[in-house]
């Protein structure tokens, strides 16, 4: 993996960042071809670096194409394909798309279920988004009960002094 955008991003240079991924994108594909895992990390990590820095439109469309090659380079149930999912419900949440969204969060916690286990943090990190976007959509009743799975696979996963627990309570 390419460290110097990751560490740009974490300076807050997003723009370089997003600048350095777009550049390295070409060489895994040409390299493996465009089904090939670390291709679609790439896509993965370029659509959070746009994620981060406001662009979901254009984090959207990544996220699809990275979901699309890992799909076709990981089969359909691997957790790598869960964590895409979530990144994309995460993205349409934020652009109003409800609908998709919560069909992307609940697929990706079906398919983190059998792949980590019943109560990974991946799992819980799933739940909780699908929580807070059913909590938004006046679903209260579900979105407690999800809240309330999250804090407590986090709980037994991580520990009570985690930032990830604090932040679910």
């Given at each position: 993996?390419?460290?110097a955008p990751h560490l740009l991003a974490r300076l807050g240079d997003g723009g370089r960042a997003e600048s350095l991924h777009e550049r390295a994108l070409p060489?895994?594909?040409?390299?493996?071809g465009p089904a090939h895992p670390e291709f679609a990390q790439s896509l993965n990590t370029l659509a959070?670096?746009?994620r981060a820095r406001s662009a979901s439109a254009g984090a959207g469309s990544l996220y699809r194409a990275a979901l699309?090659?890992?799909r076709r380079s990981l089969g359909g149930e691997r957790w790598a394909v869960g964590?895409?999912?979530?990144?994309l419900a995460w993205v349409l949440r934020s652009q109003g798309k409800t609908e998709e969204s919560e069909d992307?969060?609940?697929q990706a916690i079906e398919i983190h279920r059998p792949a980590l286990g019943e109560e990974h943090p991946r799992v819980a990190h799933a739940t909780s988004g699908?929580?807070?976007l059913l909590q938004e959509l006046g679903q209260v009743g579900e979105a407690e009960s999800l809240h309330l799975q999250a804090?407590?696979?986090r709980r037994e996963h991580l520990g009570e002094r985690h930032e990830a627990v604090a932040e679910s309570l």
């Open positions: 993996h390419n460290h060489l895994p594909r040409s390299a493996s959070g670096t746009r699309d090659a890992r964590d895409t999912m979530a990144n992307s969060y609940r699908l929580a807070w804090l407590a696979m």
